[in-house]
């Protein structure tokens, strides 16, 4: 059964200090991929990054880095030099590739990132 | 850059009335889905779409919620009957041609129902 787990309900951080989300996965399938959205307090979801199950190379943006270890079912996020634009639920996910699944998305439970001036 | 749009943003009904929520997917994309989020909660799966015919639903899209691409351009979740608990932010999503997870789905802006 595929299920994202963010141990992390709420972080508070003061601005310019780095923050790392937790993220924890599992899945039966070989194939699939993981996202991380963003939920600003306006409530849209936004798309920061997909990784395939096959590419470990983590991953950097700008102040976002994404750090995907198989061994541990873990897909952590990162921001660097953290800014009150940052503050946001920020979602982890998986889609299974089984090709009969069309792809639904499941969501872990969020974690509620504050960031104070 | 292509967006997905949903309409209304914002629908205020009455229990037990009927609601359209209304979703424009991005133009060339094949995949459709329907998404909820209580409040405080997690986003969840309710439907996907593609070849006009539903592909996979969770056990909340039960008898009383249904979807349909009435045209070329148009996505749309019906509520029957709504219940109290169906007030939630609901999520259009969609995504391109393959359909097996290599396609990132794009999310709406979502559309927040309150049944009173």
């Known amino acids: 059964a595929q299920k994202v787990t963010q141990a992390q309900t709420e972080i508070s951080v003061v601005e310019k200090e780095d923050v790392t989300l937790d993220c924890v996965y599992e899945t039966r399938d070989t194939t699939y991929y993981l996202f991380w959205y963003k939920q600003p307090p306006s409530g849209e979801l936004v798309f920061l990054i997909r990784r395939n199950s096959f590419d ?34 920020y979602f982890c996910a998986l889609s299974e590739a089984s090709g009969t699944s069309y792809d639904k998305v499941i969501f872990g439970p969020g974690t509620s990132l504050s960031v104070i001036p | 850059e292509p967006e997905v749009t949903q309409t209304p943003s914002h629908q205020v009904t009455q229990m037990g009335q009927e609601v359209i929520l209304r979703c424009v997917p991005i133009s ?12 405080g909660q997690k986003v969840e799966f309710l439907v996907s779409f593609y070849n006009n015919e539903i592909s996979e639903k969770s056990e909340i899209f039960d008898d009383q919620f249904s979807v349909e691409r009435p045209d070329g351009s148009n996505f749309t979740l019906k509520i029957r009957s709504t219940k109290l608990e169906d007030s939630a932010m609901y999520f259009c999503a969609s995504s391109g041609a393959t359909g097996d997870g290599t396609d990132t789905q794009y999310f709406g802006p979502g559309t927040r129902l309150t049944v009173l």
């Open chain 2, 28 to 39: 060339n994309h094949l995949y459709f889905y329907w998404y909820r989020q209580i409040l």
């Open chain 1, 56 to 89: 470990e190379q983590n991953e950097i943006s700008g102040r976002y880095s994404w750090n995907f270890q198989k061994s541990t079912s873990s897909f952590n996020f990162t921001i660097t030099a953290s800014q009150v634009v940052d503050s946001a639920v």
